[in-house]
C-alpha cells in the first residue's frame, strides 16, 4: 500500500507564513503528478496547486504569488509553502499523488493523506 502523511499545518496570523509538508511511502514505484487541495466548511474540496514528476506546476488563480509547490523526488516528498494567508485561507489542506506501485507498475492510482488543519485568524 502507499501512506500519504502531512504535517505542518496551523494557526497563524493573516499576513503570516506556513510550509506544508506530505511524506509518500510504501509500495512505490514512481510517483507522478502530485498536489494540494483544501476544502473549508460548507465548501467543496478545491484544488490549491500540482506538480509534475518533473517540476511543472499549476496553481489555482486564488493562490497564484502567494503559494509555491515543491517536491524532493528522492523523499516522495511535496510541499506547499504559503506567504501572506488570509483568512479564506483556512481549510483543510489535503495532499494527493499519483503513484505506481512495484507490485503492478502498469497502472497509476490516485491517494490521498489524512489532512491537515490551517487556520488564518484575522
Known amino acids: 500500500q502507499v501512506q500519504l502523511v502531512e504535517s505542518g499545518g496551523g494557526l497563524v496570523q493573516a499576513g503570516g507564513s506556513l510550509r506544508l509538508s506530505c511524506a509518500a511511502s510504501?509500495?512505490?514505484?514512481?510517483?507522478?503528478?502530485m498536489g494540494w487541495h483544501r476544502q473549508a466548511p460548507g465548501n467543496q474540496r478545491e484544488l490549491v496547486a500540482t506538480?509534475?514528476?518533473?517540476?511543472?506546476?499549476n496553481y489555482a488563480d486564488s493562490v497564484k504569488g502567494r503559494f509555491t509547490i515543491s517536491r524532493d523526488n528522492a523523499k516522495n516528498t511535496v510541499y506547499l509553502q504559503m506567504n501572506s494567508l488570509k483568512p479564506e485561507d483556512t481549510a483543510v489542506y489535503y495532499c494527493n499523488a499519483n503513484v505506481q506501485r512495484r507490485a503492478a507498475p502498469w497502472i497509476s492510482a490516485d491517494y490521498w493523506g489524512q489532512g491537515t488543519q490551517v487556520t488564518v485568524s484575522s
Open positions: 506538480i509534475t514528476s518533473g517540476g511543472s506546476t
Open positions: 510504501g509500495n512505490i514505484f514512481r510517483i507522478n503528478d
